[in-house]
């Protein structure tokens, strides 16, 4: 049975998708940060697929040794991934910090995901090695497009901008995954979407008429949830390598993302800051 490591899994689009995928049989992982959420959503799933296993492990993508203990944890218990879904994110209005003292949207949506992936390769080779398909899956955003790389607000902002740093986190994920794509083994994939304007938590901090309004007009989770499982598992995606896709047709790319230099440079500081080995560029 394939395992697929789903983060944020315990509301919204990353329940969708846990959902959906143990009602195809998967065994699903859930990794959450609040194990309250996560045990009620893991309920759930399991009221309504009996015959699933479902697993839950605490995930804090805001401190780096928090996420080292759960790779940890994770490795003890499942050997062997088939599928890592970087889901979890979130839009804060006000600046606040990482444990490791990162600007939160920096630290938690996008260098946070990037150790997370570099420390479950091993078992996500294991599943390459034994089937010959494992697959990373990144949920970025069309916000990506207003991003741009600024290293000195790695550390904060001295006018803090919600939008510019979410935008900021969301275009590394992007590039991230591009750089990515070039060291992975055979067997091995990362592709990056969109999951489209989706009613759910996120909008938690927008004011509530606001909210419902949005909420009215967006598209339930369970629409990126069917593309993230295409990512994960279906044919179309088996062999490529590096792609972007969104729900909705309208997926322009920011053309900052496409440099290969500016991925390498990215990659190699955010190895420093996360404190992993930098892989070998493969092709
Ligand atoms: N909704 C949209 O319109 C939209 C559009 C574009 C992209 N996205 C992206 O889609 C992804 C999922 O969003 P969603 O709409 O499903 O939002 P959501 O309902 O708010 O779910 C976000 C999930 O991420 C978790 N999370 C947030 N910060 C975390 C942290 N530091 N460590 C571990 N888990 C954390 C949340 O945990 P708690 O429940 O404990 O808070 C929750 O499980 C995000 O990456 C978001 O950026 C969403």
């Excluded at 009620?40 to 839950?56: F, G, K």
Aim: neutral net charge; charged residues 20%.
């Amino acid at each position: 049975m394939q395992t697929a490591v789903i983060t944020g899994a315990n509301t919204g689009i990353g329940f969708a998708t846990a959902q959906r995928l143990a009602a195809e049989g998967r065994t699903v992982v859930m990794a959450c940060r609040n194990l309250e959420k996560g045990a009620a959503a893991q309920q759930e799933l399991r009221r309504a697929n009996p015959d699933a296993e479902v697993d839950l492990l605490s995930l804090d993508l805001s401190s780096l040794a928090h996420i080292r203990k759960f790779a940890d944890e994770l490795a003890e218990r499942h050997p062997t991934v088939d599928v890592l879904v970087n889901n979890a994110g979130a839009a804060v209005a006000r600046q606040s910090f990482t444990e490791d003292g990162f600007e939160l949207q920096f630290g938690a949506n996008y260098l946070g995901p990037f150790l997370l992936t570099h420390l479950l390769l091993p078992q996500l080779q294991v599943a390459a090695a034994e089937s010959g398909d494992a697959r990373i899956v990144h949920v970025s955003s069309i916000a990506h497009n207003m991003g741009r790389i600024a290293p000195g607000t790695f550390r904060g902002r001295g006018v803090y901008n919600t939008m510019a740093a979410y935008a900021q986190s969301k275009l590394g994920n992007l590039m991230f995954s591009n750089a990515l794509a070039r060291r992975l083994p055979t067997g091995l994939t990362t592709h990056t979407m969109h999951p489209g304007g989706v009613g759910s938590d996120f909008y938690r901090q927008f004011p509530g008429p606001l909210r419902r309004a949005l909420l009215a007009i967006l598209i339930p989770p369970e629409r990126p949830a069917e593309l993230i499982d295409e990512l994960a598992f279906g044919d179309a995606y088996r062999t490529t390598s590096g792609d972007y896709v969104s729900v909705g047709r309208f997926a322009p790319v920011n053309p900052l993302s496409k440099s290969r230099d500016r991925q390498e440079q990215l990659y190699l500081t955010s190895c420093e800051l996360a404190g992993v080995e930098p892989l070998e560029v493969l092709r």
